[in-house]
């Protein structure tokens, strides 16, 4: 990072695809830095969890955007789980080499979080499928090379019983992306899939098996975080109270305010902990009772919780942009808005950890 990350890099820097750059990418791979925790034979180091924590905990120092990865890490996975021969040859080299970054086509305009909703439809062409239909926050499809794609393979049935898992190369004919410019400075997309035709060796798993590709995909998604980005939003709140006078005296100095910045560096440190025992039991192989749904809904619940009392406690300044650490604020807390359904809706979280956690009957 010392070496190549320059001053252009530092000026584009955000947490989304939007700071991502490609040339850089591409150096992280060659250095043996992108995916250091995959297996020799996916072309990693073998490293252990924590190693790549510790990766992850430089990128988050330099403000390096780890969205294009950690997705294109649980498509990786997929891919060498799921695909065939030709799939890893090609899809998956590129991914190892830096060449491409991977974009999720799972929720519709028309069922959001409900994936197994969907109706974008593949039909059988052959050797091949015939892919139509359209796919909501495709973030990051403008730079990916390719996106994972749930699509309906059988009408009849259960819903989540007929569908099936694909690789869609996004520069195929037919292949439209769409931009969606959000309130929290994010681009995501809508992706249009007219009559797209896939040879067959782009499938993943079985034909009508999308569920178990599915819940492969979301088990590594659901291991994820928000405290570093509640971390950034408790920091910043705290420089501006120290460097901010109110009546005369500063901020960080009032009782009310220290109170509402202890809450919200509490709340940070639960959320980190709970976010050590995830990455605990995974390196140590322990029993996991949704301990990664643990960690996502309560980190993205406190985040945004936080983040709309510290905006405030930071007002007006804090609506206005002109210190940076008050604007910083103010993005956290959009973006603090969807981060309780990245991964699955918190109401989703929740109905997880009673069932694995509490032994609660089912009730999705």
């Excluded at 250091?36 to 510790?54: D, K, L, T």
């Excluded at 499928?129 to 499809?141: D, E, L, V």
């Amino acid at each position: 990072f010392e070496k190549n990350f320059t001053d252009e890099l530092k000026a584009k820097a955000h947490y989304s695809y939007e700071g991502f750059d490609a040339d850089f990418h591409h150096k992280m791979a060659q250095a043996g830095l992108l995916f250091p925790a995959w297996p020799e034979h996916m072309g990693g180091r073998g490293c252990s969890n924590y190693a790549m924590q510790s990766v992850y905990e430089v990128w988050d120092e330099y403000k390096w955007t780890g969205h294009p990865q950690r997705t294109t890490h649980i498509i990786g996975h997929m891919i060498d789980r799921f695909g065939g021969d030709e799939l890893k040859a090609t899809a998956l080299k590129e991914i190892i080499d830096g060449e491409a970054v991977c974009a999720l086509g799972y929720s519709e305009p028309g069922s959001g979080s409900d994936v197994f909703a969907a109706k974008t439809r593949a039909t059988r062409d052959g050797d091949g499928w015939r892919i139509n239909g359209q796919k909501m926050f495709t973030s990051g499809a403008e730079v990916s090379k390719y996106a994972i794609l749930l699509a309906r393979t059988n009408a009849d049935g259960p819903k989540h019983k007929g569908l099936t898992m694909f690789i869609v190369p996004l520069g195929a004919e037919g292949v439209t992306i769409h931009p969606v410019h959000t309130f929290q400075e994010e681009r995501t997309n809508v992706t249009y899939y007219d009559d797209v035709y896939l040879d067959d060796s782009f499938r993943l798993g079985e034909v009508d098996g999308g569920l178990a590709v599915m819940a492969g995909a979301l088990e590594i998604e659901q291991g994820m975080t928000f405290a570093r980005h509640h971390g950034e939003l408790v920091r910043a709140a705290e420089r501006f109270c120290q460097e901010t006078q109110r009546d005369g005296a500063p901020m960080i100095d009032d009782e009310d305010g220290q109170q509402r910045l202890a809450r919200a560096a509490a709340n940070l440190a639960a959320a980190q902990g709970l976010h050590c025992r995830t990455l605990w039991v995974a390196a140590e192989r322990k029993p996991n009772p949704a301990y990664g749904p643990s960690s996502k809904m309560f980190s993205t619940e406190v985040y945004k919780a936080d983040a709309f009392d510290l905006l405030n406690l930071t007002a007006p300044e804090s609506l206005a942009f002109d210190n940076a650490d008050a604007k910083h604020i103010n993005l956290c807390y959009r973006h603090s808005q969807v981060a309780t359904i990245y991964g699955g809706t918190s109401e989703v979280q929740r109905s997880l950890i009673a069932e694995k956690q509490l032994g609660l009957p089912r009730t999705r």
